[in-house]
């Protein structure tokens, strides 16, 4: 595929979540990414090499079964040719099957091997399970999120899994690839969701150390305590986002949406904002939010229509950057960011394990007789 990750080679040890989400955009990136599927593993959620499995677009798949005698060392011939590896087992588990970084940087010295955990490789929790909700809780941003005086709100599994785990796995990777250009030496990556979490919060970390940020969520600027910075039913039934925090935005917003009550002219009176957002409430919910779009049309207000998974996709502006693409009848964000030069291809879809089995091993050098000897021995 074409993309700025054209030419680097990746292995990826096959699991759920937030490393298939790291090896997906390496892969949307142009690198040729090879999941490493183990024969008899169990999918949960049946959607699997469909085209439902948008998390394991764009990569070919080999089937291993690691248990059988051979298997080691075939894989291990695969990490001396590989630049990066992606595995997101619990701690010790690539270790048992002789797959652990020692055992691959002793076959390949300049290998990036990516390890993706919930707690990381040590630590009082390292051992033990958790989810995201799990994670975020520890990190502290799970406490943030939520309205005042209600418990807080889980949202989804974006912060930790996705976020703060295999996003910031894809960087940690990057990372240390570039530094093999200047060191040639490889070296392991330990991302840990909980932590990562906790570095999405750094701002706000600041922000309550300066005195600017409240401890009891829903109480701040952008959390929904202010005004100007929520969401508000429509009289559809339908909602819309506002963000309005610069005064220029707000004047804007206020002329817009007919704020006439003077006391939505003390944007930043924090003693007023729980009262006003009443008043805010009952003003958005006069109209429908296509209304609300009509007026609010053209103007600098930091507002939006709140969209469902259906309406996003037809969005005027999603539309026309193509933010959305439709993949065997699949309609899934679109690769991201953007490049000049180097604009990737159109992301493949998902494939069953061990569809390119033989093209796989082929292409990084194992021979025929070979490739009958491991049929023959069940290790492929």
Not at 6 to 22: D, H, S, W, Y
Not at 69 to 76: D, F, Q, S, V
Not at 213 to 229: P, Q, S, V
Not at 302 to 311: H, I, M, N
Request: hydrophobic share 40%; with cysteine.
């Amino acid at each position: 595929m074409a993309g700025p990750l054209t030419g680097l080679k990746i292995i990826e040890m096959v699991g759920i979540g937030p490393a298939p989400f790291c090896a997906m955009l390496l892969a949307d990136m142009g690198a040729e990414v090879i999941r490493v599927d183990r024969s008899g593993s169990f999918d949960a959620s049946g959607v699997a090499g469909t085209p439902f499995d948008v998390l394991s677009r764009s990569r070919k798949s080999l089937c291993i079964n690691l248990k059988k005698p051979g298997a080691r060392e075939l894989m291990l011939d695969l990490v001396a040719q590989a630049d990066g590896f992606v595995e997101g087992f619990r701690p010790g588990v690539m270790e048992r099957m002789g797959l652990g970084p020692e055992d691959c940087l002793a076959v390949n010295p300049r290998l990036v091997y990516g390890r993706m955990t919930g707690w990381g490789q040590d630590g009082p929790l390292a051992k033990y399970a958790g989810h995201d909700i799990n994670y975020i809780a520890v990190s502290g941003v799970l406490n943030m999120i939520g309205k005042a005086g209600e418990e807080p709100v889980a949202p989804v599994n974006f912060l930790g899994d996705f976020g703060g785990g295999g996003m910031m796995l894809a960087f940690g990777l990057l990372a240390a690839m570039l530094e093999v250009k200047t060191s040639g030496k490889g070296q392991v990556v330990d991302a840990a969701m909980a932590e990562g979490a906790s570095l999405l919060a750094a701002m706000t970390w600041g922000y309550r150390a300066a005195g600017f940020w409240n401890d009891e969520r829903g109480t701040n600027i952008i959390d929904g305590g202010a005004h100007f910075y929520g969401t508000y039913l429509c009289a559809d039934g339908n909602y819309i986002a506002v963000g309005a925090v610069e005064p220029q935005f707000y004047a804007q917003l206020c002329e817009r949406a007919g704020l006439d009550d003077p006391e939505f002219q003390a944007q930043m009176d924090q003693g007023l904002w729980p009262k006003l957002k009443v008043k805010m409430a009952q003003i958005f919910l006069s109209k429908t939010q296509a209304e609300w779009c009509e007026l609010m049309e053209g103007a600098d207000a930091c507002f939006s229509p709140v969209l469902g998974w259906d309406e996003a996709p037809l969005h005027p502006h999603n539309r026309t950057r193509q933010s959305f693409i439709e993949i065997e009848g699949v309609v899934q964000p679109a690769p991201a960011p953007r490049y000049s030069r180097t604009q990737p291809d159109k992301p493949r879809p998902a494939v069953l394990p061990g569809t390119h089995t033989d093209e796989i091993l082929e292409a990084w050098g194992v021979s025929a007789e070979r490739l009958a000897e491991l049929k023959q021995r069940g290790v492929i």
